[in-house]
């Protein structure tokens, strides 16, 4: 296959490209200073093809699902959670998480593992490991064919001290009681200077990293995610893919679990303590695409990319599946973080097949682990 594009400066990027080498740290400034956004976007679509020689791209019947917003970690880009004795803090209780599965499994719970549940909340004092393992119990045990994509690193590192448990025993006894794989949110930036400004209560960059770690080593797949847009320059967000990379390469050499897919997005400043502090601004659609076509550049070993068409919209989410994206993560039906920052971009089964189809793809629905259904 031969890449057609005219790369003016980019010629030895280009060259690395088309002979399948890796792109290094340089390489990554380089692209994300390119002036010339459709030339960055032709050579990261090259590689999604190579990738994804077929043109469909891929979605899957999901729900969010926000057990608490109660949290005690106050990360400054958040509008969702409300503090410990806040009047507005909420727990679900089973019957209101029963029932919000039940209308999930009504719309795509045609086969095991059809339907992916993705259950994340704060990290509140109040729950310990055992109110999760006897959720997850009784939530496999109702509702079968639901996949239990559950409880990012931020959540289970916070659960394992809570719990006063090794790391690797809590993703054992998360596992043993039904979790099925793990999301990537928490991430936001995995660089230390970063994270002390945004979250620095949270885990750090290597806790992040190490629950993933241990997660892969347990056969267990897990996603990465990137939160970019607030207080970190370009070459933090090359530090992250890099991270992200180095321990896929670990992961993919001992065959065990991996990363199924990156998902990043955009800071969404309205609401957040962060955007108070300085005037920072919902950054633009082309920010986006620039960022999704070098992680398709400099992720060689992440074989999908996914949309977040609920933060960008659905018409950047279109343009961004000839940057680099192969996939429009998942139906959602009910989405709480994001619209706390006013953010609300949510689309009907049939709606996410019309803008695939519109794009000039096939849509094609696949579970969480990335296989095709029917
Ligand atoms: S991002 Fe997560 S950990 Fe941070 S305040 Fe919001 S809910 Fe809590």
């Known amino acids: 296959m031969r890449c057609t594009i005219y790369m003016s400066n980019l010629c030895d990027i280009e060259r690395k490209v088309l002979a399948g080498e890796r792109l290094t740290f340089a390489d990554g400034v380089q692209l994300f200073h390119h002036p010339n956004l459709p030339e ?36 400054a880009f958040c509008a969702f959670y409300r503090p410990p004795g806040s009047g507005e803090g909420y727990v679900l209780s089973w019957e209101e998480i029963f029932r919000k599965v039940q209308e999930l499994v009504e719309v795509g719970g045609d086969q095991p593992g059809s339907c992916e549940l993705l259950l994340q909340g704060g990290l509140n004092p109040q729950l310990k490991i055992e109110y999760f393992e006897e959720l997850f119990a009784a939530l496999k045990a109702r509702f079968p064919q639901v996949h239990l994509h559950a ?113 990043p997005w955009s800071f969404q400043p309205r609401g957040t303590a962060l955007a108070t502090r300085r005037p920072l601004k919902k950054t633009r659609g082309v920010d986006y695409l620039r960022t999704v076509a070098v992680a398709r550049l400099l992720l060689d070993n992440i074989e999908n990319l996914q949309a977040s068409y609920v933060t960008q919209g659905p018409k950047i989410a279109q343009i961004g599946l000839k ?28 709606e996410l097949k019309r803008l695939i189809r519109e794009a000039g ?3 094609r629905r696949r579970n969480t682990r990335y296989e095709l259904l029917e």
């Open 40 to 75: 960055l976007g032709a050579l990261a679509d090259y590689v999604r093809r190579r990738k994804h020689p077929a043109p469909i791209v891929t979605y899957n019947f999901g729900r969010n699902v926000n057990y608490t917003n109660v949290c005690w970690v106050r990360c």
């Open 151 to 263: 409880l990012s690193a931020t959540e289970i590192f916070y659960l394992a001290r809570l719990s006063r448990l090794p790391l690797e025993e809590t993703i054992r006894r998360l596992h043993a009681a039904g979790l099925d794989s793990i999301p990537g949110g928490g991430a936001e930036i995995l660089v230390e200077e970063v994270r002390r400004q945004i979250s620095p209560r949270k885990e750090t960059p290597e806790q992040w990293l190490e629950v993933h770690r241990i997660a892969h080593q347990l056969g267990l797949n897990t996603t990465a995610t990137m939160m970019y847009g607030s207080v970190e320059t370009l070459e933090h967000r090359i530090e992250h893919l890099l991270r992200l990379r180095a321990l896929q390469d670990e992961s993919l050499a001992a065959g065990r679990g991996q990363f199924t897919a990156f998902i």
């Open 323 to 350: 940057f680099g994206l192969n996939d429009f993560g998942s139906t959602m039906m009910e989405e709480n973080v994001v619209r706390a920052a006013g953010t609300n971009f949510l689309l009907p089964v049939e």
């Open 361 to 363: 793809y096939e849509p």
